[in-house]
């Protein structure tokens, strides 16, 4: 007997689909709920341990990606390196204006530079030891160099090696040839990248390298704790009161701020939310609550290497327009941005207040108007982080690029960071917040619009913009020396925000700081952040 056909199911309807997709959103919120009520109760209902009188206590959500300076990237990370590092030349600790003017540290002197600008020579100091007791040489700078352009590696430091052709070590004598002027040159070796490593540091990441800096790892437990102990090799100038520093890692966001009350962690980073209710609880108190402006840009990555972008200007243009920027600002929170469309930042050499885009609210009809003819099909993917504050923000996009007819997937990644790095993940659209590596338009304009910094792995140029034009103008503005460099760079990113549009730019971050009351010795340095090495504690 032949069974009857099952009738294949009914397609849901608009409605239906709108209700599973609110049943589905209140699902996530919920689970969101319960996790820091959980955070919270599982906190208090925990012992209580007030930190050892010298040692610094910080906590994390998340442990880094890497410790090993040639791979380390993330603010977090940088001001870790700038409590273990110890480079040819660095930035002194010290805040503002002061804390921007290079220095030399292992080396004796700023560079000799050749009047052809192709031959650096540095002079290495006498004494200098890495944290195992091994003395600190030129060979220790070659051997960050060599690991920079490791395909085992794959440094984000190569691009910075670019016009380098050799180097060669004599005695105590460094000296490095370029092929090509660069002018900035010399900040860029202040880079955590360039670190003195041990000559026998392996082409492959390595965690718990020895380092020449105040302070050097001591212990590591991936995902859990780590260590940092005072050098007792050190005898720079930055000589610490702290004999250690300790990393807690897997804390939720709202544990991470009862502990900040509570001094029970001195220092952490902080979503804007706790970050307002801190600031309410601690008014007026400019000793432990900072909030520094910083050369840190969040944009919108408009991916040229997929159909909906690439060759589409128009398009490109039309996302710049349509941004709802104020709404993306008010998610960071009381004091926490600031609007802007411009490539550079206020304040950085070569920017000019000149807003080729809207920065008070969105532009709908020139979007319109752009996107006529352009949407091609009008589906985009939006890659996101894990963390809340990145589903935030993906959702006032999606919700921006819906009003011109252009319906935006979000799909996320668990975590803090994303693949758009690799070249190839299948995004249209992705969130970059970034800053430049030192305080030059180059180490911004390259890593973002230079086509030729783009490879298999670990980009930043995530746009994957890549145009012949825009290299050479790079090339350009690379040959020529002070204002007139900053300016030529500074009209480059205002021409390619206006005409090709790869990038857009929403906000200027402020970094927001917190303490616990018993850190003194609070120093911002601009380039690094929070200089860890130099707090001290009160014994209260």
Known sequence: MEEPRKRPPRPKRPRELLRTWLELGAAAVLAIVVLTLLGVVLYKGGKRTAPPTHTLVVTQTQDFASLDPALAQTREAWELEYATCAKLV??????????????????TALPRISPDRLTYRFEIRPGWRLSNGDPVTARSFTRAFERARSEELVSPAAPYLREVSSWQVHGRTLTIHLRAPAPDFTQRLALPYFCAVPTWAPDRQSDTLPSAGPFAIEHYRHGRSLVLRRN????????????????????????IRLQ??????????????????????????????????????????????????????????AVNY??????????????????????????????????VYPVSEPDLAKAHALARGHLRGGRAVFLACGTEDCAERAIVVADALRKIGLHVRIDTSPGQSTLAGVRGTAFDLADVITRPDYGDPYGL????????????????????????????????????????????????????????????????LNARVFVSTRVGCITYQPVYGLDLAGACLSSG
């Open 90 to 107: 660095n930035y002194p600790a010290a805040s503002g204006y002061r804390g921007s003017r290079l220095a030399p540290e292992v080396a």
């Open 232 to 255: 007792p090799y050190y005898h720079g100038p930055r000589r610490a009161t702290l004999q250690q520093i300790v990393y807690h890692f897997g804390a939720f966001s709202s544990q």
């Open 260 to 317: 900040l009350e509570q001094g029970e962690a001195d220092y952490g980073v902080v979503t804007p939310s706790a970050f307002a209710a801190l600031a309410q609880r601690f008014k007026g108190d400019r000793r432990h609550l900072l909030v520094v402006q910083q050369p840190i840009v969040a944009y919108l990555a408009l991916n040229t290497a997929r159909p909906l972008f690439k060759n589409n200007p128009w398009l490109r243009r």
């Open 322 to 355: 349509a941004l709802d920027r104020p709404a993306l600002v008010r998610l960071f929170g009381p004091q926490g941005a600031i609007p802007s469309d411009e490539y550079l930042p206020p304040g950085f050499p070569g920017y000019e207040a000149r807003h």
């Open 445 to 508: 304009v390259d890593k973002l619009l230079d086509g030729r910094v783009i490879r298999a792995v670990g980009n930043s140029n995530i746009s994957y913009y890549a145009s012949p034009q825009v290299n050479r103008a790079i090339d350009a503005a690379q040959r020529l020396r002070g204002i007139a460099r900053d300016r030529a760079y500074g009209r480059l990113g205002i021409e390619v925000a206006r005409t090709d549009a790869p990038l857009a730019a929403y906000a200027v």
